[in-house]
């Protein structure tokens, strides 16, 4: 793949595909920019070069054409700031209209284009929506990683209309940071599994138990562990279908001489509210009517120091439901043991999701190797899936 930095942009409209689906308020502001952040530096490199750029994404999940919520203006007026300058907006991302506005800028200029989704061509792949799209650029960067691992018109149809095809910033990072984990980990070597489901992740850790040394698994998935051994886990979240999946890899762990460290305790709780009442107790013996929300005292420490112990660590997925406060200290534990590991020397990729949403609220971002802007790309890139946005790219 040829990166921006292997090319002039100079005199050049670049039509790239950035992932700005970020959060809004019911104000419409920005409550997390790191996905624009994270894209600033490919876009600052062509305006650099005296090109112009033509940016397009989605926001959310529209389901019947445009509605005002998912509406793209409403970042203009943080582009405008982060940039600089005067950010553009085509109310349409194709059309008559959108084409002569790309066709008059100049170099300097921006322009962002109204959300992709609000056309069910964008997701279907559609080949004339591409051609379309094509129709505004000089040349195509794909700078939106979290998308990757779609086939859609943006992210893999529209690169075989263009001579000049390149990878941006992100989308560099995020392959050689998840090579960095595959090919290149240093031992101790410790993934750290977390969420809700263990399907979710199935491939994942199937292929990790070839390559690490210690496999964390906390959050919701555990319960499914627990209770494929035999235990009591109350009202737990728990997916019946794969217990025996869970045994499975429990029996591979073995083989392999991995260490699979499931949480010794919960903190539990009688109710899903962050005011619920709360206790401590085994994962094996949860009490019927309750259920576990976060990892206990001792699964924190345990973690924390397998963590801290180790030279390469990939982390996906929080611990406990992280967005309550009174169910957070899990996440927050294995944040800081992340944190310190990295400090000590060893390579931290964070793997995009809610486990990027915690190390970014807690103010960690900068202090480990590598956060992902995008969860589900990067854990099929690691599954050893072709993304069909990366392969779109290659010569």
Known sequence: ?????????????????????????????????????????????????????????????????????????????????VFDRRVKFATDCIGAETEELSSSLEPGDILLLENLRFYKEETKGDIDFSKKLARLGDVYVNDAFGTAHRAHASTAVIAQFFTDKLCGYVMNAEIENAQMVIEKAKKPFTAIMGGAKISDKILIIERLLDRVDNLIIGGGMSYTFFKALGGSIGNSLVEEEKLDLAKELIKK????????????????????????????????????????????????????????????????????????????????????????????????????????????????????????????????YMEGKVLPGVAALED
């Open 1 to 81: 793949m040829k990166s921006v930095d292997q090319f002039d942009f100079n005199g050049k409209k670049a039509l790239i595909r950035v992932d700005f689906n970020v959060p809004l308020n019911s104000e419409f502001q920005i409550t997390d920019d790191t996905r624009i952040r994270a894209a600033t530096p490919t876009i600052q490199k062509i305006l650099a070069d005296g090109g112009s750029v033509i940016l397009m994404s989605h926001l959310g999940r529209p389901k019947e054409g445009p509605e005002d919520k998912f509406s793209l203006k409403h970042l203009v007026p943080h582009l405008s700031k």
């Open 253 to 380: 762990a073995k083989e392999k001489g991995v260490n699979l460290s499931l949480p010794f305790d919960s903190i539990i709780a009688d109710d899903f509210n962050n005011d619920a009442a709360t206790q401590v107790v085994s994962n094996t013996s949860i009490p019927d009517g309750w259920m576990g929300l976060d990892i206990g005292p001792q699964a924190k420490e345990v973690f924390a120091e397998l963590i801290e112990n180790s030279s390469t660590i990939l982390w996906n997925g929080p611990m406990g439901v992280f967005e309550m406060s009174n169910f957070a200290k899990g996440t927050i534990r294995v944040a800081e043991a992340v944190v310190k590991a990295t400090e000590k020397g060893g390579f931290s990729l964070i793997g995009g999701g809610d486990s990027a949403a915690a190390i970014n609220s807690l103010g960690y971002g900068d202090r480990v190797s590598y956060v992902s802007t995008g969860g589900g790309a990067l854990l099929e």
